[in-house]
C-alpha cells in the first residue's frame, strides 16, 4: 500500500508495511463493527464511561509506544481509500499496525512539465540560433529611424526616463502591439545595451538579411553607385560609411558579411543611416563583382597611391565603387577588376586616408557629376 506527497523536492513515495511485531496486535485490537471511519469509531467509544476508555488506551500505550510514535509523525493524507485500516489517535480510536515508510525521489518521480508549469525546457541550438538572428542598437536618431522603418523587427526596448516624450509613438505603438519595453535607470540600461554610448535608449532587433545581388539589381535605378567594401569591419567605420551613402543617395552596399552592417556600434554611428542602405551578400566577393559588370556596371577601384587622380577621372553614372582596408588596401585579385582605377591626390605626409573618409570625397565626387 502506498501513497504519494508533493514535496519540496518533488513527490515522495509513501508506503505503509506492517511491522513484524505487531501481528498479533491486529487480532488485540479489533476493529468495531462497521465501516471502521474514525468519526464513527468516536460516536461509538462516546457511550463508554470515561474510566474504561482511559484504562483501554493505557494498555494499548504501553505495548505499542515504539510503533505508535513512528505512526504519529506520518502525514495525514485526506485521498486515503475507505478500505484502508483506521490511523491511530492518541485519544480515541484503534490502534492501527501499520507504519510508513518513506522513499527517497526517482526519477521516474520527477515531475515533467513538458514545457507547461513548472521550468520550462529551452532547447539550447534553438537558443543560441534566436540569439544569431537578433542584435542590439541603441543611440536616439538610430532607433527613431529605424522605429519609423521597420518597427516589426523590434522585439524589445529599454528607455530612460528622459527620452520616452521624444518616444511616445513608439512607445504608443509597442503597447498596442505587445511589444515589451521597460522604463529604467541609467546603470541598467547601460547593461542592457553593453556600452555606456547608448544615449538613453536601445532595442532587440531581428537583424536584416542581405540581399542577392540578382534581386538587388531587379529594381536598381538608371544611374546608381554601388559601393563595395573587401574585408573592411570596424562597426566605426562601417556606421560613418552608412551614414556617407544616406547622405549621397547611395543605396547598395555590397559586404562579405551582411550582419556586420547590424551591429550596435555601427548602426549608432550611423546616426539613422543604415535604414536607408540594402546591405548586399558577397561571399564570393569578386564573383559578386563580375555579376555587376554584366548587368551594365562599371567596376571602379581605388588606391592611395596608383590610378587617375580623382580630379581628372570621369566618373560613369552606373558604377561599383571598390574600397578596401586603410592598411593593406584592395588585395591584387580585386584590384585587377577594375575597369577603371582611381587615386585620391595628397601631400603625402600620411599613408593613407581613413577608409570612412575616402568613401565620403569619393562619392561627393560621384554625386556632383551624375546628380548634382
Not at 513512528?70 to 478500505?83: A, F, G, K, T, V
Not at 548587368?295 to 592611395?304: F, K, L
Not at 591584387?332 to 568613401?359: F, H, M, P, R, Y
Request: proline share 5%; charged share 30%.
Amino acid at each position: 500500500m502506498n501513497d504519494s506527497f508533493s514535496g519540496k523536492n518533488g513527490k515522495v513515495k509513501v508506503m505503509y508495511v506492517r511491522s513484524d511485531d505487531d501481528g498479533d496486535n491486529r487480532s488485540n485490537n479489533k476493529r468495531p463493527a462497521g465501516k471502521g471511519r474514525p468519526g464513527e469509531n468516536n460516536r461509538r467509544d462516546s457511550a463508554r464511561p470515561d474510566d474504561s476508555r482511559r484504562n483501554e488506551r493505557r494498555g494499548s500505550d504501553s505495548r505499542n509506544t515504539d510503533s505508535r510514535r513512528s505512526d504519529n509523525n506520518r502525514p495525514r493524507n485526506p485521498s486515503r481509500s475507505d478500505d484502508r485500516p483506521a490511523r491511530s489517535d492518541d485519544r480515541e480510536g484503534p490502534y492501527s499496525p501499520w507504519k510508513t515508510v518513506s522513499r527517497a525521489p526517482t526519477d521516474e518521480a520527477v515531475p515533467d512539465h513538458g514545457g507547461i508549469t513548472g521550468k520550462s525546457f529551452i532547447d539550447p541550438e534553438q537558443l543560441r540560433r534566436q540569439r544569431a538572428e537578433e542584435t542590439r542598437v541603441y543611440g536616439e536618431n538610430a532607433c527613431q529611424a529605424l522605429f519609423t522603418s521597420r518597427p516589426d523587427s523590434i522585439v524589445r526596448a529599454w528607455f530612460v526616463q528622459s527620452v520616452t516624450p521624444r518616444f511616445r509613438e513608439a512607445l504608443r505603438w509597442m503597447a498596442a502591439n505587445r511589444k515589451a519595453y521597460h522604463v529604467v535607470e541609467e546603470e541598467e540600461l547601460t547593461k542592457a545595451s553593453g556600452t555606456e554610448h547608448h544615449g538613453g535608449v536601445c532595442f532587440l532587433i531581428k537583424k536584416r538579411q542581405g540581399l542577392q545581388a540578382e534581386t538587388y539589381l531587379e529594381n536598381a535605378p538608371a544611374k546608381d553607385c554601388v559601393l563595395a567594401l573587401e574585408d573592411v569591419g570596424n562597426p566605426h567605420n562601417l556606421g560613418g560609411i552608412m551614414r556617407t551613402c544616406a547622405h549621397f543617395g547611395i543605396n547598395g552596399l555590397l559586404v562579405q558579411d551582411p550582419a556586420l552592417l547590424e551591429s550596435g556600434a555601427a548602426v549608432r554611428t550611423a546616426e539613422g543611416g543604415a535604414e536607408h542602405i540594402k546591405a548586399i551578400n558577397a561571399d564570393d566577393f569578386l564573383s559578386v563583382l563580375d555579376t555587376f559588370r554584366r548587368a551594365g556596371y562599371t567596376i571602379v577601384t581605388t588606391s592611395s597611391h596608383k590610378g587617375t587622380p580623382l580630379a581628372k577621372a570621369q566618373l560613369p553614372a552606373k558604377m561599383v565603387l571598390v574600397l578596401g582596408q586603410e592598411r593593406d588596401g584592395l588585395t591584387d585579385s580585386a584590384w585587377q577588376q577594375g575597369d577603371l582605377s582611381i587615386s585620391i591626390g595628397g601631400t603625402g605626409k600620411v599613408e593613407s586616408l581613413n577608409v570612412s573618409v575616402a568613401t565620403g570625397i569619393l562619392l561627393g565626387e560621384w554625386w556632383r557629376q551624375n546628380q548634382a
